[in-house]
């Protein structure tokens, strides 16, 4: 019967996988039979199963954070040097600006000595375990188009993000939980919307399902008031009873996908309350990230992303927004807001790269952080705003990444006096992409999707590995 | 692309799985001993390096997509010696070697394995077949781009089945294959079919019957015009067209606010619904504009191309905002009429089909010429604005003409100066002036910090705070009350040269945050707490509950720093002499440190406290300041705010407010609309090189592409040009994709799997006869969609059973064939329909702006941007799905499970997953919980159900399936029902909340609830059986 013989092709590709060394297959293949062309991964042994990559929605400032320049600091005030900035488009700066010195302090710390500022005290720990990019640069300086960018590899939303393309090539290794999990904090969603996290041309399988922090943390996970466990249950016995009599007589195999979707929905309805029961982490853990369960936070978020992997999800995205610090307002500038959003980010991030550490998932798990921009060395002052902030700025910005294959305790890439241009291997959105593809395994240029008579790839045509951030 | 998928898993099934995996490998891993020049190396030519050595662009002289000319070489001679690769030009270059450039410039440069082909192919003797040797044109004429020619219908064996010559060429093609069609679908399946692929609804139980009970011989035909003239058949077929056009009701990116264009949407459904022929259709959408006289109705048409999205965000570069829509509308347009993917021609000569980076910007000039004006847009930015169409009624028009008259009549008497105003002006200046002396300072016997900061009394009894500067911070502040009566406590924030920038708060900025106040007094009856009726202030920000705020200011503008001040009026009248005020200021904000540096209180028995913040901090100064000495700005400054505020002017003012909101009230309609400028020069675009914004090259003028058809003798290349450019019937593509995308929605699948793509990419048609009959069929008919659809319905191949065999399973899976009927879930707006309609819940209005039914809390969550979803009052919540509001950024959630797009770009097919997220959703979802309570009561209350518990199932079953359960069914209902009655008697309390507070539907006594609760069960299972959620 052909129903059968397809649940034989299911299993055949199943085993097959494996034989590869994936072990798994993506639940949504595992759905459905006419997508299980996906998967078309690992094309070598991967360094890192998951990735964890922590979205600063609206552009931390690297010149306040991360990369430090003292130039900066001497010419504070002076007007910009005019040959940096002819030619130049800016979101919000008119006219010719002045350089803007960073008013936070800078030190030293670990072996590798990577400098921070005194924002950052709990990044300052693990330093060690990290590398930092100091010369990404990217081709948008608006936020929706820069974070669809950065997500997608291009500006123009319709492309897979990045989570869309390992689920669709790796699948998850878990068959209650979706692959590809998005968990949001801080001010409202990105600016890119829920596009950031699209499957594109993929199938819909493959996007990101957003994670709650209130109300059900899957949209429709409860039951309705009044639908016991146990009456949810006496109905899929009888809806299944139902669809199988009629497959009986249609003989249509997606029947019993359908059947399968449905049991798989009931035990997620167990599965996922408990993934996200903070309250059970015992207590050392809870402060080490600065959990309260039950209050909505990006430590909350960080530690589900943690449980998340330890179940097998393949990509968890946490996006915080908030670090758009033009310094129009005393809300978005970077002596209090900038501050403000460290305190709320600072510990948990840290606090996560520690806890994987020292549960030996870091090997196996890639912790990114950044966001899709960098911000300008000169103070904007939108309006004669007495407010210290910066603009958007493409040409320059950092991130940092660790675990999962990436060398620890490296700087990568240089800017030059005033954190302008980059002077020393230069790093784009592709060269990220096709390095976190790498580590899992995928050539970028292979892992394509055939749409409107063209091969796609997360990477368009360009992407280099960036061989030396890797281990 | 999903033939792909097939072909794949077909291929595990025969053992050869393991080959799978290298499905990117190049092309050498898989080629056996010998060369293929079509097969190895043309496409490689083709990727990297027609881009430049082609017809459109002989770089070097060299061309490589034609046999003679890559014979003869480029400018420096023959680069292919037959024979003798290693001395071939063409490998030296693709190695890199003689110190030269290594080929492709600047693209991905050829793989080991790719080289070794082509040296390969050049050591056997160059081998070109003439079928390739791409003489004519450069390119071989791909079948999609020639016209197609009306085939002859060909003969059948069985022509007892045969209904129209569709089934011809279905037939033919089975009997090649040796498979008989399917039998015909059982009545019930073919109403349902029938009406879910005309009006999207399911049809109701009468409906059915009478139906079933119709023996004319013509029952179906007359069926299927009643279906066709139903005013829900526009709905149904606005759809697909609205994907097609990206219709949504916000703007997309960052603020995605609203926008008004629901017009359009409607439009589109009353042009099906009238059956206008598609080459109308296409020329009102692109150009009604421009038609001579537009009609209203033609003007709304060009929404069309207003879809695109529109940038909000400050930092936006016009130019590069609208070049973005230029490019949408191009793209937009390929996809939909040309079936082709424009898109790769943006950047570079399209290296698969005949379109040069020219042609696509000669496109893109038509659409260059638009009418746009530039609007400032917030407080920095400049942005293009498009036409917007008001649509007032007679009645709205003339009452907006009056009430603009009088709102301008008032404005002007709101900024003259009278004499009986001017003093007034002198009065009011005086009392505010005056009203400090009501104030008497209160002399601290104590203040405290609770944070560690510093407090000390200073001479004027004013309080300067220094030392630690901690995150967070009380004052806490005690002194006697010097009279009775207390009407009004006053804080002054004052600047002072010891703190940051001159004060008066302890930020870095010299800002301050004050979160809470709290007064108490303190008198021998012990302490009491005085409560205050309200704050006034005469600077910063008062009471944002968002964060907490009772007070804070932003000093940093000021040239020197001011003092503020800030009253806050008791509830009533407190204290008497000797007692004691205890003042506690909470200082505790989102970024800590934000303390105040230097204040004072006070305390006032005035009946008339709020005199002293009577004008704002900066005019406190002004006024302060003699009238002889004030600088003409200042006097003007005063005099505008007075008038704001002038007693005499309050009746004025309140009534230009009651008028300006009667002018938002009138709620004239707008919708987005084209419009071309008046040009005497032919458009132009730029090309742009790469594809990117920021690199301009050559200028083009508007045309369109080489390679099809000329634009008919006597158009202009404008859009009116191109839109009847599209629809000419010497357009090769127009009618098979339009019909391809048509049959796309009743088998699943188009003739043209790709129906995106009919480019040289694109999948193959499973049937080339037939699309070109029906393609000439449909432009011969006029462009009838209604006549389209009657002839595709009428036909015996859509008439067949879906149920597979399992000789067909086995013989084609994915029923590329048509042996039998097309059975697949339905998409995202029916699956809400037929849960409405099953329900009785739907509402069948019509048209009209969109709705929002049911939505989870917190699902729209936009920057910048307060915008809530207030869900519709009655029947506004139960309309079609087509009628819920789409917002770009935040799709309704359930509509996105299901597949349905987010509308930002134009989509043409959407895919059709199978997930646990729908079943939670179908299951769950308070919307379509909903619909099971109200299809319980409706079950249990309608006469035509029956009153036993069998006749019952059987209607339910019936409002969600159309046909009767067989007896195995119904034995499962009736089994499932008696299992939810015995639970709910043991859990009443379960049925009781289970059934819902508020009676949804029919209203029934409350006593029945176990019977209910049994029955909404059984109906939630029933709306989400595989057969109520596919169209067998």
Known sequence: MQGEQLKAITRRYFFEKSAFGIGSVALASLLNEKLFAGNPGPHFAPKAKSIIYLFMAGGPSQLDLFDHKPKLNQFDGQPCPEELIKGERFAFIKGRPQLLGTPHRFSRYGQSGAELSNLLPHLARIVDDVAFIKSLHTTQFNHAPAQIFMNTGHQVVGRPSMGSWLTYGLGSENKDLPGFVVLLSGKNQPDGGKSCWGSGFLPTVYQGVEFRSQGDPVLFLSNPDGVSAETRRRSLDLLGNLNRTRFSVTRDPEIETRIAAYEMAYRMQSSVPELTDLS???ESIRKLYGVTPGRPSFANNCLLARRLVERGVRFV??????????????????????????????????ALVQDLKQRGLLDSTIVMWGGEFGRTPMNEARSG???LGRDHHPRAFTMWLAGGGIKPGVTIGKTDDVGYNIVEDPVSVHDLHATILHLMGIDHTKLTFRFQGREFRLTDVEGEVIRKVIV | MLSQLHTRAALAAVGVGLALFSLSASPASQTANSVDFERDIQPILKASCYGCHSKAQAAGQLRLDSKNAAMKGGISGPVIQPGRASESRLVHRLLGLGGEKKMPLGGKPLSEEQVALIRKWIDAGAPWPAQASGEDDGLPKHWAYVKPVRPKVPEVRN?????????????AQLEKEGLSPSPEALRETLIRRLSLDLTGLPPSVAEVDQFLADKDPNAYEKLVDRLLASPHYGERWARPWLDLARYADTNGYEKDRRRSIWKYRDWVIQAFNKDMPFDQFTIEQIAGDMLPNPTTDQL????????TMFNEEGGVDKEEAHWENLVDRVNTTGTIWLGTTLACAQCHNHKFDPFSIKDYYRLMAIFNNTRRDVRAYGDTSTKFVEPELELPTPEQARKREQIRSEISALEQALKTMTPELASEKAQWERGVVEAAADWAALKPAKAVSSGGSTLAVQKDSSILASGQNPETDDYIVEAKIPQRGITALRLEAL????????????DPYGNFFLSRVDVELLSSAGAKKLRIRKVLADD???????????????ASRDEKRLPRQMVLLLDAPAGSPGDTVRVTLHQTSEFGGQGLGRFRLSVTSSPEPERIVGVSAKLRSVLETPAARRTEKQEKDLTDYFLTVAKSLESKRKRLTALRKELDDLGIVTTLVMGEAPTSKPPSAIIRLRGSFTSPGETVYAGVPENLHPLAEGDSPNRLGLARWLVSKENPLVARVTVNRIWEQYFGRGIVETSEDFGTQGARPSHPELLDWLATEFVENGWSFKKLHRLIVTSATYRQSSAATPELLEKDPYNRLLARGARFRVEAEMIRDIALAASGLLSRKIGGPSVFPYQPEGIWDIPYNDDKWEESKGEDRYRRGIYTFIRRTSPYPSMLTFDAPSREVCVVRRVRTNTPLQALTALNDPAFFEAAQAMARRVLSEKEAGADDSSRAIYAFRLCTSRRPTQEELNQLLAGLRKERDYFARHEDEAERLVGQQPVGSALPQAQKVELAAWTMLSNVLLNLDETLSKE
Do not use: M
């Open chain 1, 280 to 282: 059970k982490e015992p």
């Open chain 2, 495 to 506: 600047p002072d040269p010891s703190l940051p920038r001159g004060g008066p708060g302890r």
């Open chain 1, 385 to 387: 705003s007495k407010f």
């Open chain 2, 300 to 307: 709304i048409a060009t929404g069309f191309h207003r879809n």
């Open chain 2, 540 to 554: 910063g920000r008062l009471n944002d509950k968002k964060f907490q705020q009772l007070w804070s200011v932003d």
């Open chain 2, 159 to 171: 022509k007892a089945w045969v209904r129209n010559p569709i089934d011809n060429f279905v037939l």
């Open chain 1, 317 to 350: 995205q946490l996006y915080h927004r908030g670090w758009d610090t033009h310094g129009a307002s005393n809300n978005e500038d970077i002596v209090n807001k900038l501050a403000s959003l460290c305190r709320e980010t600072d510990q948990a991030s840290a």
